[in-house]
């Protein structure tokens, strides 16, 4: 079938029942970019939607569209179809690809294996520079659509790596000379790695490319720095859903339904709501300083906002700088350091502002000093829970994203409100005997 076929096949897609009019949209859209439908189609659009399309067009059609694809890129694809359309793509598939494809299936989807490129250019050590070069080049010739990669790996018979050579090496050194004496070490990982925590290490050591091996040391593939930033973004998508209180879209914002949008949200509310509740157990039991000092009640919104504000602040911050690398829980003691240090800076310029909202308000001198008081030490103690929750729950392997801001807010909201009450006792006389 020609590459014309194929796009026909793409276009009447536009016609197919199973398609909502979000991805009919969207394809026409891409098509009308000049998106050539034959070559480009899967890679222009995301793994559910390719997936769609893969399940509208007839088997063949669809293993000429995942052959434009890198490996990796298409088992993402087939991973959201059914057992029995991916067999049938599968087994439509010359056998080679089939294989290479299955393999990376085998692997968990969030291990490094499963977004590795299992075809690597190969030399032995006791090859010269010129038989290197002509394997190269007898390689591109044979898969000109291949990238060209930064490195040619050097093996042992049985795949065991030795080190790489760089190409620009090769191209370089004397023709006669042993491909052996250029091998420099590489820093490698384990199939079941993290993808994640892999490509922190790709880009930690600055690689073009990070080889996996297994326990044996023995080549498996190689994750590309495409592959490492495309694993980065996509984590860095879900953890900024995860802290906005909401488990992360697997497609795209335009073609989640209602239904699915409240599935995602529901569970996180229902818990935020439930943990809410303890806020009002608080205010319940302080009941009757709120009865004798009114005044109390004004700054309340006020207060509890601070922390949580305060408290968010921090959250997003480490958990991003959690997600690149940057730090880590032997990091602790610095970082509670360097968060405390910039709260009391914080806690200054907000209790200053505390103090003159409650002028503004007109109450007390009283109940000014306590609400500027309270504002210090809720925006230290947000300070203090916000810089060690989200780094003791990564090191009990729990997903820091998870610590959201809304869940955040709501602790420092109960027990702001007891530090404020507290606060009030101590400095308000008219408590006294309460």
Known sequence: MSSTEVGKAAIDLSQVAGLSSADRRQLAELLD??????????????????AKV?????????????????APHAAEILRHLDDDRRDGLLGAMPADRARVLRGLLSWPEDSVAAHMQPDVLTVSPTATVAQAVDQIRAHALERPNDSAGAYVYVVEADKVLLGAV?????????????????????VTVLPLSDAEDAAMILFDHRLDELPVIDTEGRLLGILTEDDAVE?????????????????????????ASPWLLWRKRIVWLLVLFAAEAYTGTVLRAFEEEMEAVVALAFFIPLLIGTGGNTGTQITTTLVRAMGTGQIRFRDVPAIVTKEMSTGA????????AAMVRAWTLGVGPEVTLTVCLTVAAIVMWASLVSSVLPLALK?????????????????????????????????????AGL
Do not use: C
């Open 33 to 50: 970019t000049g998106v050539d439908p034959g070559t480009d189609l899967l890679a222009a659009i995301d793994a559910d939607l390719a």
């Open 54 to 70: 893969l399940r509208s067009v007839p088997a063949t059609t669809g293993v000429r569209l995942l052959a434009a694809l890198a």
């Open 166 to 186: 760089r190409l620009r090496n090769l191209v370089l050194t004397a023709a006669d000379r042993p491909v052996a004496d250029l091998v420099d070490d590489v």
């Open 231 to 255: 694993i980065v973004e996509e984590e860095a998508t879900e953890d900024a859903e995860r802290q906005g209180g909401s488990e992360p879209l697997d497609v795209p914002y335009l073609r």
């Open 345 to 352: 800076l914080i806690a200054i310029a907000m209790a200053a």
């Open 395 to 431: 090191k009990v392997k729990v997903d820091p994203a998870v610590v959201s801001a809304p869940m955040i807010a709501t602790i420092v909201d109960g027990t702001g409100l007891m530090i404020y009450f507290w606060i009030a006792h101590l400095t308000l006389p008219q408590l």
